[in-house]
Structure formats: structure tokens, C-alpha cells
């Protein structure tokens, strides 16, 4: 885990207001479907919330899933000129907090590291 900040280049909408929050060792079912961002899978929880989940969170096998970490899908809305911390990256997307201490997923290209 490694700690950068970054200004926030594009604004960016949150497109999934209800995100999963999955513990290690939850179970999933896993959907084909296409994703601009390489390494991200769709998947459903037991309670029938869907979202993208990095493939390497997961140990697949056929149309199920099981994590292997805790994972939290929540995105952050952001404007332009914000300014971030970025705590990890995982295929394209920035893990962040926001200067009021949130935490959430950040497309890459929304980001300038500083």
C-alpha cells in the first residue's frame, strides 16, 4: 500500500450509488460482460447487489466466485481540482480519499499525480 496525492484532472460521477461490500471468503456469481478496463469482472452477491470486482480479488471457478480480500466498490464523485490521496491501484483504477475522508475507486485517467 503506498500513499500519493494526485488533483483530480476530469470530474467524475459515481455510476453505482448501491456498491458491493464483500468480506474475504464471500461467495459470488460471476456474469460475462464486456469491460473497457481490463481485469475487472461483473459479479453478484448473495443479496443480489452487482459490480465490478477486480479478477484478482477473486478464485473463480466457472460462474462462481469466492474473495480472497475484502473489497469495497464504492466510487467517488469528484470535481474538477480536487485534490486526493491515492492508497492503491488495481487495472486502471485509483483507490482514494477525498479531503473530507472518503474513500472510494477513481478511474486513472480522471488523475494527475502530483
Known amino acids: 500500500m503506498f500513499t500519493v496525492k494526485a488533483k483530480v ?36 452477491g448473495k443479496d443480489g447487489n452487482t459490480g465490478w470486482i477486480p479478477e484478482n480479488y477473486l478464485q473463480i471457478k466457472g460462474n462462481n466466485g469466492k474473495l480472497l480480500l475484502d473489497y469495497d466498490a464504492t466510487e467517488l464523485t469528484v470535481q474538477r481540482g480536487e485534490e486526493l490521496k491515492i492508497i492503491k491501484e488495481e487495472s486502471g483504477w485509483f483507490w482514494c480519499k477525498n479531503q473530507k475522508g472518503d474513500y472510494g475507486w477513481i478511474p486513472k485517467e480522471k488523475l494527475r499525480l502530483r
Open 9 to 44: 484532472n476530469s470530474s467524475y460521477r459515481t455510476h453505482y450509488p448501491h456498491p458491493l461490500k464483500l468480506k474475504s471468503g464471500d461467495q459470488v456469481k460471476i456474469e460475462k460482460r464486456k469491460c473497457e478496463w481490463k481485469g475487472w469482472v461483473w459479479c453478484e
